[in-house]
């Protein structure tokens, strides 16, 4: 497929987003730009975007290919996908199998402890607040997600880690947790959105406890784009 850029419509932390000369699909740019901490720490890493673009079409393709629908359609070249347009829900949906990161800061449990069963949060999409931890009923009596909508997430995400925890687990690598955005089409499926990179999930190596994600970059670890390079080198090697 070859679309061209039509109206630019967004530009996040970490992509540029544009209409395209079909109604139905938008063009996502995969940028260089690494944030964290709600934006207040930032950086420019080249290859960044190629990796995620390269990375998230692996893994959300891999997903379509599973029965879980996403937005992604066609990674076009090194920083470009071709994805369904789609209204973005309002929500982050965070899912953990181990705990750390915020988690551990706001309830005070303790690191690294593995869950018996995934714990499954909604955050609101909001940089102003921060990206607030918010209830199903926050969700409902605000009109951010029907209920429909907030099980059709929930179960679409259990799923997600499903498949990503055992595709990764293949690689010698753990799924930790991960966030993810959900969107409407047109046709008014809810579908899975936005992207899925070490920008947006926690990698462990399996044997190592290396962190190969933006952890790298959050806790000033050193060499983020390595370890960005080997989720890419891992998930694109036949499995051994
Ligand atoms: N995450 C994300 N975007 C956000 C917040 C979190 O992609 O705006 C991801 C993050 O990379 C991790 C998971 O969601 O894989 C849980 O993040 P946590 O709530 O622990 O946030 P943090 O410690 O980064 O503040």
Known sequence: MDL???????????????????????????KDDLTAFNAEKKATM???GALNNAISAYLLGYLNSKGVPTHFLEAVDERHQIVKAVKIV???????????????????????????????EFYLKDDALGDPLVTEDHALLFGWATREELDTMKVLTLKVNDLLRELFEKHGIVLVDFKLEFGRTEEGELVVADEISPDTCRFWDRSTGDRLDKDRFRKDLGDVLG??????????TEEA
């Open 4 to 30: 061209k850029k039509g109206e630019f419509l967004y530009e996040g932390k970490a992509k540029k987003i544009w209409a395209s000369e079909n109604k139905g699909r938008y063009i996502i740019e995969y």
């Open 46 to 48: 080249e290859g960044k």
């Open 90 to 120: 309002p929500l982050e949906v965070v899912l953990r199998n181990i705990t750390t990161g915020s988690l551990c800061r706001r309830l005070g449990v303790e690191e690294s402890l593995q869950l018996p069963r995934p714990l499954v």
């Open 227 to 236: 370890a960005y390079r080997e989720i890419w080198r891992r998930l694109s």
